[in-house]
């Protein structure tokens, strides 16, 4: 897959442009994703969301509705949303914040404590956010398929 173009520093390089980082799989994008992408942007001055692809989704064992070209588009149509790159795997987060100078990485509070994000403190900062209650992808497609059968 080809790698997006990485921003380029402007004249002052990359000082006072504190730049963020969140992963997630973003399907069937719900009011509780926009509410995190909202106060991940508010964190920093430049979102970079690791949007997982089909093929990682299967090595976690999840199949999303919308393939990853249509789950990044979506993304890219948020204004909080400044650039979106693949999450293909579970340790290219080091990596990722080398690449793209990132000063915080910001996930959901589902994620507190994890190992997979606590180590990153060695590189960044790393935030958690309260999830939104009452709403998630699973959720969605649960209560779907209830109406539906
Ligand atoms: N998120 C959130 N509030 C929710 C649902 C998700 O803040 N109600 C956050 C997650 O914590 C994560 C990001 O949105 O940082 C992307 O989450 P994702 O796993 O793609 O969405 P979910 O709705 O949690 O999907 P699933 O039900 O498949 O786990």
């Not at 000082?15 to 799989?25: F, H, P, S």
């Not at 999450?87 to 290219?92: G, I």
């Not at 509070?109 to 990153?120: H, N, P, T, V």
Request: charged share 30%; aromatic share 12%; net charge negative.
């Amino acid at each position: 897959m080809a790698q997006p173009s990485i921003p380029q520093p402007n004249e002052q390089g990359y000082a006072g442009l504190r730049r963020v980082l969140t992963y997630g799989t973003y399907d069937l994008l719900h009011y509780g994703h926009i509410r995190l992408l909202q106060r991940a942007a508010q964190c920093g001055d430049y979102l970079i969301v690791g949007l997982s692809t089909d093929e990682f989704n299967a090595i976690k064992g999840k199949e999303s509705f919308y393939p990853y070209e249509v789950r990044k588009e979506m993304l890219e149509a948020i204004r909080y949303v400044d650039l979106v790159i693949p999450e293909y795997d579970w340790d290219q987060k080091p990596d990722d914040i080398e690449r793209y100078h990132v000063d915080v990485v910001v996930m959901g509070s589902d994620w507190e404590g994890d190992e997979r994000f606590e180590k990153l403190r060695e590189y960044c900062d790393v935030i958690y956010l309260d999830r939104t209650h009452g709403v998630s992808t699973t959720d969605v497609k649960t209560r779907l398929k209830g109406e539906f059968d």
